[in-house]
C-alpha cells in the first residue's frame, strides 16, 4: 500500500505525533492526543484491517512510536498510551483475521499485514528498546503489592503481552536465507532480550510466589523464545564433539560418498561407451499399447527404466481434502553465542522455576481458568525442559512436578479429545492433529524419562521409575493408546513427523513392556469390557375370540378348583401388584395391575393371576375394584371372568421408525455398561494386537522413505515388523504388492549396503513367499490385497470350502427323535431335579445341553425354553429386620481392627447366614467400600524394617494377594450355594434365636455406649469437647431430618472451623467416629467422613447420647441410669407389640443398674452441672447460627435464608463456634468453602 493513499485524517493524525531530526525525536504537544486517537481508529478499523495497513506502510512504529518511549521514559502517560498501541499493532495476523482466509482477495490482505509485522520485527531487534521495557518492568516489580495499583498491572500484562507478540512474528522465508550458525533477525531478538536483563526478570516471574497470575504470559514467552531450537542442539552447545559424534557424521558422508559412486557406475553400465546419433526404435514384447499391438519405445534402452504409460499425461489434480499433511516444523541451528546463552538459560529454569511453574500452569488448566489451547504451550515445556534434563547431567527432582501418573492421564486424555476433534471439526483438522502432535511427543517423553531413570545407579530413582511402570502397564489406556493412533492414523491430517514419532514412541514402549514382564510368571493387569444388552422387543398379541377366553377361563376355573383356592408361600409373598420404581404414582397404576392379571389369565396362568388379585386387592381396598375384603373364593373366579372378558385399554407399540434419533441414543447409551475386571497379561498376545492390517500399512507408510529416515526410525519399524514376521510367524501378512515394491527399490538402492538391517529383513519375506508361492498357485492373486489374521490362515494352512468354517447343526434322525419322545414321556413325572441332565445321559447319540432342549421345544414336548432352565439355588429372598441391620452394625463397628472381620461377624451374629449373604448385606449399608476389605489380614514376618519394595516384592505381594482373592471367591461362591438352599430353614430358626440373642445384644449396647462415653471423656480432656459437641449435634440434626422427611441419605460432615478441621485429623477423634459408625471417605472419591444411610433415628439419638459428658458421682450414676433407661425405651418403642421382648429389655435394663452401681467410685460430681450447661448451651447455639449464617451469606435473596433449616444435612458448625472463647478468623480459602457448602444446602 502506497503512502499517498493514506487517509487524510489518519495522515493529520499521524503528522501530530513529532518528528524525527538525527537521533533526537520532537514530540509534539498533541502527541498524547494523536496517539489515543489512533487507538480509537484501530478499533473501528474494517474487516480488511485498512487501518493497520496504513500504519504499516506509513512506518509509525519504527519511526515514531519507538523512539518515543526510547526517548520519552519519564512522560507516563505518554508511554503508558505507546505501549498499548505497541500491543494492538504487533498482534498476530491470524488473531486480526480469526483464520487464514480463504478468499484471494482477504488472503492478499493477511500476507500484507503479515510482512508489517516481520518489519515490525527486524525494528524491535534493538538492544535500547528491551533496556527501557526490561528497566520498566523492574521498577513495577519492585513495588510492594499495597503499592501497586490495577494502571501498573495493566502495565506489567501490556509489556508481556508486547514482548509475546513480537516474539511470536514468524520469519519471512524469501528474505532470511542464513545459513545454520548465522545470526536472524530472530536471533538478534533474543540476543537483545539478553543484554538488557528482560530474561533474568521473566525467570522471577516464574519463581516469584506473589507473580502467580503470569505465569501463562511467562509459559507463552519462554515457548516462543526457544521455537526454532531443539532440547539436544542446546545441550551440545559449546562443548567439545565426542568421538561416537564425530564417527557418525563420517559415517553419513561415507554412506553418501558411496550413494553418489554407485549412481555414476550404473548410469555407466547403461550407456555405451560410444555415442551413437540415432537412438533406434524397439519393441517390447508382452507390453500391449492402446491397440492390440506391443508397444514400441523410440529412445535409448538407458530411458526405459522410467517409461511408464502416464508419459505425456496431463498431472491429475488431487483435490484439497485427499492431499498428504505436510510437516510444518522448522529447526535451524542458530548462533552460538544465542545458543550458549539459552543453554545457561535452561539450566537456570529447571534448577529454579520449572517445578513451580508446571505446578500453577497445571492447576489453571485442570480448574479451567485457562484460554482455549493453552494446554499446547505446558506440553510443549514438558517436552522441552524435560528432553533437556535428560542430556544435561539427568537429575529426576528437577522434573519431579511432571514425573507422576496424574500427567500421564492429563496428556492421554488431551490425545483423545484432540482426536474427537479432528474427527468432528474437519475445517480445522490440520490444527488439531499439531495439538495432538505436542501431546504425543510429551507422552514419548515421559516414557523416556522413565526409562532414564529405570537405569539409574540409585536405588530409589528405580524404584519409583518401578511403581509408575506398574501403574502405566496396569492400567489399560496407557496401554491401549498407541494401538489406538496407529489404527487411526490418517495421512490427510496428520503428517510424516507425527507418524515417526508415533512409531518410535509404540517401540519404546514394547521395549520396556517387554523388559518388565520378563522373569515375571504372571503380570496382572486392569481390563474393561463394555457389555451392550439389546432391548427386548415386545410381540404384540393377537385378540382372542369369544370361544377363546371361555375355552382359557374354563382352564383357569378348573385349576383353581382343584387346588381350593390355596396359593404357594412363593406366590402369596412374592407377587408385588404395583411398580415402585415407575414415575407413575402407585395409586394411578389400578389399571396396570388390571392388565397383568389379564395377561396371566391368558396365559392359563391361573394362580398367578389369584394371587395377583388378591394382592391388589390389599393394595387398592377403597372402589371395591378388585373384590371386597370379604370376598368368598367362588366371587374371586367370578371377578377374575370378568376381568378376562372386558377389554381394556392398552398402550399401542411405539413404532421404531417413528422414534426420534436423541431417544433412541439415550436409550442405547442406559444399555451400555462398562465392567472393569483384572485378567492376567499376555506380551505375544499384546504383540498379536499389531498383526492388523491398519497397524501394518502406516509402518510401511514410513518405510517409504526409509532414505530420509534416521537410523533409529528404520530399526523401530524393522523390529515391529520382525515381531510379527518371526515371533508371530505371521509373515504371510506382509504380501502385498505395494510393500514388494518397496522392497525391489531398497534392493535396488545403490546405497544399500548402508541399510544393513533393512536388506536383511526384506530377503527373509522374499524367501518366504517364494516358498509359499511354490505351494500355493493363488499367492499372486493375494498380493492384490490387504490381509488380515483370517485371511493369513486360511492361506497358509489351506482355504476351507463354504460353510466348513462355521458350525452346522447337527440334524435329529426321526429314530433319534422318537427316542428322545419315549424318554421325556417315560421320566417327566419323575420329580427329577433336572430332567435335562437326566435325557442327556439316556440319549444314544451324544447332545449338548442346547441342542436336547431346542429339539425338545420344536417337537412341542415343553411350551417355552424356560420350562427347562436350571433351578438356581438361593434364589428365595430372606429380608433382614432392623434388629439385624443393627446388630450387624455394631459387630462391624466392634471387629472392623480385627484380623478376620468377616470371621468374627459369622462367630457372633445370632441369625446365621451365609458368608457370601453378610458380605452382600455390608457392602450395601456401605460399611465397607470393597469385598476385599473384608478378607482376613495375612501377619508376615519382618525381620528388619526395608526403606523401599523391589519390584520382586511388589509382584510376588501382588501375585499372593491375587490367589488369596481367587481362594475367598471360591470359597464365597461354594458357600453362597451350600447355605442359599438353608436359607429358608436358617430364617424360621433366626426367629426362634432373636429371643435368646435379646438380652446379650441389651448388654452389647450398653457396653458400648459406656465405651463411647469414655473416649468422648478422653478427647474432653484433651480440649476436643467443641468438635465433640459439634458431633453430637450433628447425629441430632441429622436424626430429626430422618424423622421429618422419611428418608435416609448419606450426610457428610464438614468442618467448617479450623477447631473441628484438626480434629478431624486426630487419630483418636477418627477413632471415635469409626466407633459410632460414621464412615470414612472413599479413596478419590469422597473428602468429608458421612453418617451411613443405614443408621435409622432411634441409633442416631442413642449414639449421641453416648456422647454426653461421663458422670462420675453416685448421683451422676443415677442420671447414666436415667440415660440408659431412656435408651432401652426408645428400642421397646420400636418393638411395642412383642411383650416377650419387653420383658427381656426390662431384665436386662436391672442387670445394667446392678453393674453400674457395683463399678461407681467416689469422684467430683460436676457432671450434673456442665450437663445442664451443655443444654442451655446448645440452645443459644441453635439460635446463634441463624445470625452467623446471615453474616456470611449477606447478598444472598430471601429465599435462600428460608432454607436454613435444611442446611443442618450439611452438619452446619454454627453453634460451636459461639461458645469459643477466643474466635479465629478463618482464611479466606475456609471462608469460600463455607460459603459453597450453604449454597449446595
Known amino acids: 500500500m502506497d503512502l499517498f493513499m493514506m487517509n487524510c485524517e489518519l495522515l493529520a493524525t499521524c503528522s501530530a505525533l513529532g518528528y524525527l531530526e538525527g537521533d533526537i525525536y520532537h514530540k509534539e504537544p498533541d502527541c498524547l492526543e494523536s496517539v489515543k486517537d489512533l487507538i480509537r481508529y484501530l478499533r473501528h478499523e474494517d474487516d480488511t484491517r485498512d487501518i493497520r495497513q496504513q500504519l504499516g506502510a506509513g512506518q509509525i512504529l519504527q519511526n515514531d512510536l519507538i523512539p518515543i518511549i526510547v526517548q520519552h521514559t519519564e512522560d507516563k502517560p505518554l508511554f503508558d498510551a505507546c505501549i498499548r498501541l505497541m500491543v494492538n499493532l504487533t498482534q498476530p495476523a491470524l488473531l486480526c483475521f480469526g483464520k487464514v482466509p480463504?478468499?484471494?482477495?482477504?488472503?492478499?490482505?493477511?500476507?500484507?499485514?503479515?510482512?508489517?509485522?516481520?518489519?515490525?520485527?527486524?525494528?524491535?531487534?534493538?538492544?535500547?528498546?528491551?533496556?527501557v521495557l526490561s528497566?520498566?518492568?523492574?521498577?513495577?516489580?519492585?513495588?510492594?503489592?499495597?503499592?501497586?495499583?490495577?494502571?501498573?498491572?495493566?502495565?506489567?500484562?501490556?509489556?508481556?503481552?508486547?514482548?509475546?507478540?513480537?516474539l511470536h512474528i514468524p520469519p519471512d522465508p524469501y528474505e532470511e536465507k542464513n545459513v545454520d550458525d548465522d545470526a536472524s533477525v530472530h536471533d538478534k531478538l533474543l540476543w537483545a532480550l539478553h543484554m538488557s536483563g528482560l530474561d533474568d526478570l521473566l525467570k522471577f516471574l516464574a519463581c516469584a510466589q506473589s507473580e502467580q497470575k503470569w505465569s501463562f504470559h511467562i509459559l507463552e514467552i519462554i515457548s516462543l523464545m526457544f521455537k526454532d531450537q531443539t532440547a539436544e542442539m542446546l545441550v551440545n552447545a559449546g562443548q567439545i564433539r565426542s568421538a561416537a559424534e564425530?564417527?557418525?557424521?563420517?559415517?553419513?558422508?561415507?554412506?553418501?560418498?558411496?550413494?553418489?559412486?554407485?549412481?555414476?557406475?550404473?548410469?555407466?553400465?547403461?550407456?555405451?561407451?560410444?555415442?551413437?546419433?540415432f537412438r533406434g526404435s524397439y519393441v517390447i514384447e508382452g507390453l500391449k499399447s492402446i491397440g492390440e499391438k506391443d508397444v514400441i519405445f523410440h529412445q535409448g534402452l538407458h530411458n526405459f527404466k522410467n517409461y511408464s504409460h502416464d508419459l505425456g499425461k496431463n498431472v491429475r489434480r488431487v483435490p484439497k481434502r485427499k492431499q498428504i499433511a505436510r510437516d510444518s516444523a522448522r529447526q535451524r541451528r542458530s548462533a552460538l553465542n544465542v545458543r550458549l546463552f539459552l543453554r545457561e538459560f535452561c539450566i537456570d529454569f529447571l534448577e529454579n522455576c520449572y517445578n513451580h511453574l508446571m505446578?500453577?500452569?497445571?492447576?489453571?488448566?485442570?480448574?479451567?481458568?485457562?484460554?482455549?489451547?493453552?494446554?499446547?504451550?505446558?506440553?510443549?515445556?514438558?517436552?522441552?525442559?524435560?528432553?533437556?534434563?535428560?542430556?544435561?547431567?539427568?537429575?529426576?527432582?528437577?522434573?519431579?512436578?511432571?514425573?507422576?501418573?496424574?500427567?500421564?492421564?492429563?496428556?492421554?486424555?488431551?490425545?483423545?479429545?484432540?482426536?474427537?476433534?479432528?474427527?468432528?471439526?474437519?475445517?480445522?483438522?490440520?490444527?488439531?492433529?499439531r495439538r495432538m502432535h505436542f501431546a504425543l511427543k510429551a507422552y514419548q517423553e515421559l516414557l523416556l524419562t522413565v526409562n532414564e531413570m529405570d537405569r539409574s545407579k540409585v536405588d530409589n530413582i528405580r524404584h519409583s521409575a518401578s511403581v509408575i511402570k506398574s501403574n502405566i502397564f496396569y492400567l489399560m489406556e496407557f496401554r491401549?493408546?498407541?494401538?489406538?493412533?496407529?489404527?487411526?492414523?490418517?495421512?490427510?491430517?496428520?503428517?510424516?513427523?507425527?507418524?515417526?514419532?508415533?512409531?518410535?514412541?509404540?517401540?519404546?514402549?514394547?521395549?520396556?513392556?517387554?523388559?518388565?514382564?520378563?522373569?515375571?510368571?504372571n503380570l496382572v493387569v486392569q481390563k474393561k469390557k463394555v457389555k451392550r444388552r439389546k432391548r427386548s422387543q415386545k410381540t404384540v398379541q393377537p385378540e382372542m375370540t369369544t370361544e377363546d377366553l371361555e375355552q382359557t377361563f374354563q382352564i383357569v376355573s378348573e385349576e383353581l378348583r382343584a387346588s381350593g383356592f390355596q396359593l404357594s408361600a412363593s406366590l402369596s409373598e412374592g407377587i408385588v401388584p404395583f411398580d415402585a420404581a415407575a414415575e407413575t404414582p402407585v395409586n394411578e397404576q389400578r389399571t396396570d395391575a388390571l392388565i397383568r392379571i389379564q395377561d396371566c389369565l391368558m396365559s392359563r396362568s391361573g394362580p398367578e393371576a389369584l394371587s395377583l388379585l388378591r394382592a391388589a386387592r390389599s393394595v387398592w381396598p377403597e372402589g371395591e375394584t378388585f373384590g371386597s375384603v370379604e370376598v368368598a373364593p367362588e366371587e374371586e373366579l367370578e371377578l377374575l371372568k370378568q376381568i378376562l372378558f372386558t377389554k381394556l385399554p392398552r398402550s399401542a407399540p411405539v413404532d421404531s421408525a417413528l422414534e426420534d434419533d436423541g431417544i433412541e441414543m439415550e436409550e442405547e447409551e442406559e444399555l451400555e455398561s462398562v465392567t472393569v475386571s483384572e485378567t492376567e497379561f499376555n506380551f505375544k498376545d499384546f504383540i498379536k494386537r499389531f498383526a492388523n492390517p491398519n497397524i501394518v500399512r502406516p509402518y510401511f507408510i514410513l518405510l517409504s522413505s526409509y532414505s530420509q529416515n534416521s537410523p533409529h526410525t528404520n530399526h523401530c519399524i524393522i523390529r515391529l515388523l520382525h515381531r510379527l514376521a518371526v515371533d508371530l510367524k505371521m509373515d504371510a501378512l506382509f504380501y502385498q504388492l505395494s510393500v514388494f515394491y518397496l522392497f525391489n527399490k531398497i534392493l535396488e538402492d545403490p546405497a544399500a549396503a548402508a541399510y544393513q538391517e533393512l536388506v536383511t529383513f526384506t530377503k527373509f519375506v522374499l524367501n518366504r513367499f517364494f516358498t509359499f508361492a511354490a505351494n500355493n498357485n493363488k499367492a499372486f492373486v493375494e498380493m492384490l490385497f490387504w490381509k488380515n489374521v483370517g485371511a493369513v490362515r486360511d492361506m497358509t494352512e489351506g482355504y476351507s470350502k463354504d460353510g466348513e468354517g462355521s458350525k452346522k447343526k447337527s440334524r435329529w434322525t426321526p429314530e433319534e427323535e422318537e427316542e428322545l419322545k419315549h424318554l421325556y414321556e417315560?421320566?417327566?413325572?419323575?420329580?427329577?431335579?433336572?430332567?435335562?441332565?437326566?435325557?442327556?445321559?439316556?440319549?444314544?447319540?451324544?447332545?449338548?445341553?442346547r441342542e436336547v432342549v431346542s429339539q425338545m421345544v420344536t417337537l412341542g414336548l415343553v411350551d417355552s425354553v424356560k420350562d427347562l432352565k436350571k433351578e438356581r439355588k438361593g434364589t428365595h429372598i430372606v429380608l433382614w429386620t432392623e434388629e439385624q441391620e443393627e446388630e450387624l452394625q455394631m459387630l462391624f463397628q466392634e471387629y472392623r481392627d480385627s484380623d478376620d472381620v468377616l470371621g468374627n461377624i459369622l462367630k457372633r451374629i445370632t441369625a446365621k447366614r451365609s458368608r457370601a449373604r453378610v458380605v452382600d448385606k455390608i457392602l450395601s449399608m456401605g460399611l465397607v467400600s470393597d469385598r476385599k476389605e473384608l478378607y482376613k489380614k495375612r501377619q508376615r514376618n519382618a525381620p528388619q524394617k526395608k526403606k523401599g519394595m523391589t519390584e520382586e516384592d511388589f509382584f510376588s505381594l501382588t501375585e499372593e494377594q491375587q490367589e488369596l482373592d481367587m481362594e475367598r471367591d471360591e470359597e464365597e461362591k461354594e458357600e453362597s450355594e451350600e447355605d442359599d438352599?438353608?436359607?429358608?430353614?436358617?430364617?424360621?430358626?433366626?426367629?426362634?434365636?432373636?429371643?435368646?440373642?435379646?438380652?446379650?445384644?441389651?448388654?452389647?449396647?450398653?457396653?458400648?455406649?459406656?465405651?463411647?462415653?469414655?473416649?468422648?471423656?478422653?478427647?474432653?480432656?484433651?480440649?476436643?469437647?467443641?468438635?465433640?459437641?459439634?458431633?453430637?449435634?450433628?447425629?441430632n440434626r441429622t436424626a430429626d431430618d430422618r424423622e421429618e422427611e422419611g428418608v435416609s441419605h448419606p450426610v457428610p460432615l464438614v468442618p467448617l472451623t479450623e477447631e473441628n478441621e484438626e480434629a478431624m485429623e486426630n487419630r483418636t477423634f477418627q477413632k471415635l467416629l469409626g466407633k459410632v459408625g460414621i464412615r470414612a471417605p472413599a479413596d478419590g472419591q469422597e473428602s468429608f467422613w458421612r453418617i451411613p444411610a443405614s443408621l435409622n433415628v432411634s441409633h442416631l439419638r442413642r449414639l449421641a447420647a453416648s456422647l454426653d459428658p461421663y458422670e462420675e458421682t453416685s448421683a451422676d450414676g443415677d442420671i447414666e441410669t436415667q440415660s440408659t433407661e431412656n435408651s432401652s425405651a426408645v428400642e421397646m418403642e420400636d418393638n411395642t407389640d412383642n411383650e416377650e421382648l419387653r420383658s427381656q429389655a426390662l431384665r436386662a435394663l436391672l442387670l445394667s443398674r446392678q453393674r453400674k452401681h457395683s463399678s461407681v467410685q467416689s469422684k467430683d460430681g460436676t457432671s450434673?452441672?456442665?450437663?445442664?450447661?451443655?443444654?442451655?448451651?446448645?440452645?443459644?447455639?441453635?439460635?446463634?447460627?441463624?445470625?452467623?449464617?446471615?453474616?456470611?451469606?449477606?447478598?444472598?435473596d430471601d429465599d435462600d435464608q428460608e432454607d436454613g433449616d435444611s442446611s443442618s444435612k450439611l452438619t452446619s458448625e454454627s453453634d460451636i463456634q459461639s461458645h469459643d472463647k477466643t474466635p479465629h478468623a478463618a482464611p479466606a480459602k475456609r471462608k469460600y468453602q463455607r460459603v459453597l457448602s450453604d449454597d449446595e444446602d
Not at 564417527?247 to 554412506?255: G, I, M, N, R
Not at 455406649?1009 to 450433628?1034: D, F, H
Open 102 to 131: 480463504d478468499d484471494p482477495t482477504f488472503r492478499h490482505h493477511f500476507l500484507q499485514v503479515t510482512s508489517y509485522l516481520q518489519a515490525y520485527k527486524e525494528a524491535f531487534a534493538d538492544e535500547k528498546v528491551f533496556t
Open 135 to 166: 528497566e520498566t518492568l523492574y521498577n513495577l516489580l519492585q513495588l510492594d503489592w499495597e503499592e501497586r495499583t490495577e494502571e501498573h498491572n495493566l502495565l506489567i500484562e501490556r509489556i508481556l503481552l508486547l514482548v509475546r507478540n513480537v
Open 246 to 277: 564425530k564417527q557418525k557424521d563420517a559415517d553419513e558422508l561415507e554412506q553418501l560418498r558411496r550413494k553418489e559412486i554407485a549412481a555414476k557406475h550404473s548410469r555407466a553400465l547403461q550407456r555405451g561407451t560410444r555415442h551413437s546419433r
Open 359 to 433: 505446578y500453577l500452569v497445571k492447576e489453571d488448566l485442570i480448574r479451567e481458568r485457562a484460554q482455549q489451547h493453552d494446554e499446547t504451550y505446558y506440553l510443549w515445556a514438558l517436552t522441552f525442559f524435560m528432553a533437556f534434563n535428560r542430556g544435561q547431567n539427568f537429575r529426576p527432582d528437577l522434573v519431579s512436578e511432571t514425573m507422576s501418573i496424574r500427567t500421564f492421564h492429563f496428556i492421554e486424555k488431551n490425545i483423545t479429545n484432540y482426536y474427537e476433534m479432528i474427527l468432528m471439526d474437519r475445517k480445522s483438522a490440520t490444527s488439531w492433529s
Open 480 to 521: 491401549e493408546i498407541f494401538l489406538t493412533l496407529l489404527r487411526k492414523f490418517d495421512e490427510r491430517t496428520q503428517p510424516r513427523s507425527f507418524l515417526k514419532d508415533l512409531v518410535e514412541s509404540t517401540h519404546l514402549f514394547l521395549k520396556m513392556l517387554e523388559r518388565f514382564c520378563k522373569g515375571r510368571n
Open 826 to 849: 417315560e421320566h417327566k413325572n419323575s420329580g427329577v431335579p433336572d430332567i435335562v441332565e437326566t435325557l442327556i445321559q439316556l440319549l444314544s447319540s451324544s447332545r449338548t445341553r
Open 981 to 1035: 438352599d438353608d436359607e429358608d430353614d436358617s430364617e424360621e430358626h433366626a426367629d426362634v434365636l432373636a429371643s435368646k440373642g435379646q438380652r446379650s445384644r441389651s448388654e452389647s449396647v450398653l457396653e458400648r455406649n459406656q465405651n463411647l462415653r469414655r473416649m468422648a471423656q478422653t478427647l474432653r480432656q484433651e480440649g476436643l469437647s467443641g468438635p465433640i459437641l459439634w458431633l453430637q449435634n450433628s447425629l
Open 1168 to 1196: 450434673c452441672e456442665e450437663n445442664t450447661g451443655t443444654e442451655d448451651h446448645g440452645d443459644r447455639s441453635e439460635g446463634l447460627s441463624s445470625k452467623k449464617r446471615s453474616r456470611v451469606l449477606d447478598s444472598d
